[in-house]
């Protein structure tokens, strides 16, 4: 397995602990040299601190998921931090743990990602000009990229995933919101997507919903 941790002390605890756990464990101590060695190393498995020097964690399994590479991402954030849970696994991570944690905990988090089978990862989804990467939360625009929200990306993603046919703002709220939201959201959210990706993409069909346009 592959560590990227750069605070010297947490990473010699988890190197000595891991390996008396039965772990080979590989060190590195920027997010760079992490990309680097999770490209080329072969692992099974990689550990990756968030606020690492060069390229944080979040950028780095980003740019793993956007390259196609799905090696199980374990991702540590120090509480209070920069990014929260949901930013950790929006990027493609597959599990995330706030310092301090239970070195047993995360030990037994290791095996299940280990264990796992693994998952057919989602392909890119094309719609006219749009590329939607439900794995590396990406979506370009005629080859540009264009950077949403987490929930914006869920819209979009529900929308192609209908595309040619139309979505009814009642099955949009209960696919990106869930049960009790409120139903003008989803017009506020098509909104947001307009303004991003150019009005014509999201077409409004009166009293049926909406669709993309091919
Ligand atoms: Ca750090």
Known sequence: MLLVEDEPRMAAALVRGLGSEGFVVEHVSDGLAGLEAARFGDHDLVVLDIMLPRLSG???????RAEGNWVPVLILSAKDGEYD????LDCGADDYLTKPFSF???VARLRALLRRDPVPRP???TVGGLV???GAQRV???GAEVVLSATEFRLLEALARAHPAVRSKER????VWGPGADANIVEVYVGYLRRKLGRNRVVT????GYRLAP
């Open 58 to 64: 979040y950028e780095v399994v980003r740019t793993l």
């Open 85 to 88: 849970e949901a930013d950790g």
């Open 104 to 106: 047993v905990v995360l």
């Open 123 to 125: 392909v890119a989804l």
């Open 132 to 134: 939607i990467d439900p």
């Open 140 to 142: 370009t625009a005629d």
């Open 172 to 175: 949009l709220l209960d696919s």
């Open 205 to 208: 069909l009166r009293g049926r």
